[in-house]
């Protein structure tokens, strides 16, 4: 081996040797938690340029923090979207609704009524927030822990739990791993598990939307873990290159996994400021503050309806727990982060926001959690007469082989022949018929 | 054209003798004229035509948004077809040569081909690939390759490749007009001209061929059919695209009454078509230009041996290119051409 003996020769000086530089994350199992360098500006300092401003205008948002919910529980600044109570109250309870399911989901992994899960606790009022400020036709692409939207969009609770058990009542028959959903008519695309794949997809379907005449537009979403992918880069070139109709979300929850931000490039810069590269637009979101991404959601799907082409916004939150059922987060980060983190809880925040308008109550928020908590249960209840993972309430054999192709080929339709008279051999039990 | 597939419709169109490139253009433009949904795009496909011409002047005729330019992406252009699919468009993506699809990979195979199944239907990606690929062009190691069982390993992809320039309209409509996502590889060999497999021979026009007799107007070819060549008794060759040709040029001098099938569609493959010549000869030959292990000659190979086993007189023979890169200088020497097929065929006549 050569000893490194500082360089010598026609490169010449006295450099001292070349040295990787690995990110390492702030804090790790046991470490106190110390948040005071992040900087947090108070909430509504931050300007709202025209949605019809050059895009360039918005890239010192990308490196600021778009906040409405300030510490008194107040909504001030140019971004207060100015929601009435009722919706205010409707954005909570789809918030609390989605919470409790997750947690009810989490129990039912745990009780092995499924394989596996993946909460959003923490994240809640990004996935509704932005539910809220799309319309109803608006195609989503999302990752993996946005049912927030899907949940907002008033998409049926039995049917989030078939998949979620993969049992005989699962419209997506069994085939795709728990939360894995896929809801054409609520404007839910399949989401795939390969990570980033639906960025440059959803800038496709945007695309196909302005060909068309269309007046929908498209809404992808990314971790900030993923937005490392080529995909990533491909959809902000071809949104950026045909002016595309989408917002495209970065949640940038601290973690993908185990690994921090920092390799995703965080160390660096903002997540937003990738717009600032592509010359698109660009905002940067306090993320547990429902009513800031309400307000930017807007902002960026007016801009894109009315033709003025793609938004990239990022949303700063912080993932509050394990990454799903597989994860265990005290193996690598400090418990005392989600204590610490300096923006708070989604839920918590915009409940004391009511309050402080005096349209809501600590009486009603329990009545409220209450209701929710029973839907779930109730829904829980239903999807459980369909059958659990793993209890032979399945879909017949013959349909794992359906939908590979619009028809069986014949290769196909030759396994599925084995797989039945496997089933027969290996279970004679079902008798014949019921499950072909 | 071949017997018994005829046009799906205008049996009696008039004929022109057309170039495998004219064919695919003007099976472009009948579907952008049909389908107001059909979206083509890709690299130089454009303003420019395509560095192949095989788009040029559809953007003239049908607009910048039907037809256009995309950055080097092929991520972002599969990508994106997949979303326009979702959206109900019906994408005809360009990739400019076979060689550069790899960054659009993960875009064919865990999404264009999976969509329809963790969807349970609800979403398709009725996307048609066109690439151009093969070498016998002096392209070198990036211009050259035919990644064709790759995308035949994938459920939910169809893989299709036409060798004639009749065939090259009828099953790129067929293409388009399917609701899976089709891989449309075309032979560029042979884009201007058959080829018999001597280089050093004069280039022959598509005009003195027969099949170059394009029918006006649309018709389809349906996937998943092999075309029968040419009828014998002596063996059963199974070819695609360019190597056609060359086994039909090296069996004619040869004298040997081989039967020559075409496959066409490798993913649906027609194998009542394969098993019937192979039962009729009792000996088959498997020739294509990619790379030998895991080509897809060892799975015509198993298939053959699994379904003809007690018709076969004499191994199974492969001929392929050779487990390497595709080299510039020797190109061909790198290529399946008459010696390594002749010898071939002599041990197949020879065994029995």
């Given at each position: 081996m050569v000893k490194a003996t500082g360089r010598a020769g026609k490169h010449g000086g006295n450099l001292p040797p070349l040295h990787l530089h690995v990110p390492e994350p702030p804090y790790r199992p046991g470490d106190a938690v110390d948040y005071s360098h992040l900087v947090i500006p108070p909430a509504g300092a931050q300007p709202r340029p025209d949605e019809s401003c050059a895009a360039s205008e918005t890239h010192p948002l990308c490196l600021d923090l778009i906040r409405v919910l300030d510490e008194d529980h107040c909504a001030v600044g140019p971004w207060d979207p100015r929601l009435d109570p009722e919706t205010l109250r409707r954005l909570l309870r789809m918030m609390a609704l989605t919470r409790a399911f997750d947690e009810r989901m989490f129990r039912g992994q745990r009780q092995g009524k499924t394989s596996f899960y993946m909460k959003c606790t923490g994240e809640e009022a990004i996935s509704v927030a932005a539910a809220f400020a799309h319309a109803d036709g608006d195609m989503v692409f999302p990752s993996y822990r946005q049912q927030g939207i899907l949940i907002a969009r008033n998409y049926p609770l039995v049917d989030m739990i078939n998949q979620i058990y993969s049992n005989r009542a699962d419209r997506l028959k069994g085939?795709?791993?728990?939360?894995?959903y896929s809801a054409r008519d609520y404007g839910f695309f399949t989401i795939s598990g390969n990570l980033a794949t639906q960025y440059p997809q959803a800038v496709g379907w945007a695309m196909a939307s302005a060909i068309k005449g269309d007046i929908r537009i498209a809404s992808g979403w990314v971790g900030e873990g993923s937005s490392s992918e080529g995909d990533f880069h491909a959809a902000l070139t071809f949104a950026a290159v045909y002016n595309a109709p989408v917002v495209l979300n970065v949640v940038n929850n601290q973690y993908a996994i185990s690994s921090h931000s920092g390799f995703a490039g965080a160390e660096r810069t903002t997540f937003a400021a990738r717009a600032i590269g592509y010359g698109i637009a660009g905002l940067r979101v306090d993320g547990n503050d429902a009513l800031a991404v309400f307000a930017a959601t807007q902002w960026a799907a007016n801009r894109a309806r009315s033709g003025l082409g793609p938004t990239l916004i990022e949303h700063f939150?912080?993932?509050?727990?394990?990454?799903?059922?597989?994860?265990?987060p005290s193996a690598y980060r400090s418990s005392h982060e989600r204590e610490e983190w300096p923006l708070g809880d989604p839920v918590a925040r915009l409940e004391r926001h009511l309050i402080a308008l005096g349209e809501w109550s600590a009486e009603q928020h329990e009545a409220m959690d209450q209701e929710v908590d029973a839907e779930v249960r109730s829904a829980t209840k239903e999807a459980e007469k369909n059958g659990i993972l793993g209890q032979g309430l399945h879909h017949p054999f013959h349909t794992m082989f359906e939908d590979v192709y619009e028809e069986l080929p014949w290769h196909l339709e030759e396994q599925a022949e084995q797989a039945i008279r496997e089933r027969r051999i290996r279970w004679p039990q079902w008798g014949e018929g019921r499950d072909e | 054209m071949s017997a018994e597939e005829g046009p799906v419709s205008l049996n009696d169109a008039p004929t022109r003798s057309l170039t495998m490139i004219e064919a695919i253009n003007e099976a472009l433009g009948i579907m952008l004229e049909r389908d107001n949904d059909v979206v083509i795009f890709g690299e130089d496909v454009g303003y420019f035509g395509g560095v192949f011409r095989a788009t040029a002047g559809l953007q003239a005729k049908f607009g910048k948004t039907r037809v256009f330019d995309t950055p080097i992406n092929e991520c972002g252009i599969i990508g994106v077809a997949v979303g326009m699919g979702a959206y109900g468009l019906r994408p005809v993506p360009e990739i400019q040569f076979a060689d550069y699809i790899y960054p659009g990979f993960d875009q064919l195979v865990s999404e264009a081909a999976r969509l329809r199944y963790r969807s349970a239907g609800e979403f398709i990606a009725p996307i048609t690939v066109r690439a151009p690929f093969g070498g016998g062009i002096f392209g070198g190691q990036t211009h050259s390759q035919s990644p064709e069982a790759i995308f035949t390993h994938v459920a939910g992809l169809k893989t299709v490749i036409p060798s004639t320039p009749h065939d090259a309209k009828g099953l790129l409509i067929a293409a388009i007009e399917d609701n899976d996502p089709v891989i449309f590889l075309e032979p560029k060999r042979i884009y201007n001209g058959p080829f018999d497999g001597y280089y050093d021979r004069p280039a022959r026009p598509w005009s003195a061929h027969p099949d170059s007799a394009v029918p006006e107007g649309y018709y389809a070819i349906p996937l998943g059919k092999a075309r029968i060549v040419r009828e014998g008794e002596a063996l059963t060759v199974l070819a695609y695209g360019t190597m056609v040709h060359v086994a039909e040029a090296v069996l004619a001098e040869k004298g040997v009454d081989a039967e020559i099938i075409d496959l066409r569609t490798l993913v649906p493959l027609d194998i009542e078509t394969v098993e019937k010549s192979v039962q009729k000869t009792g000996k088959c030959l498997i020739i294509h230009e990619a790379t030998r292990t895991s080509g897809f000659g060892g799975e015509l190979s198993a298939l053959v041996q699994e379904r003809c086993f007690y018709h076969l007189e004499a191994p199974i023979e492969r001929v392929t290119g050779f487990d390497t890169p595709y080299p510039h200088s020797l190109e061909w020497a790198y290529f399946p051409g008459p010696v390594r097929i002749g010898e071939a065929v002599d041990r197949l006549l020879a065994a029995g």
């Open positions: 085939r795709q791993l728990p939360i894995m939150t912080f993932r509050a727990e394990a990454h799903s059922t597989s994860d265990d | -």
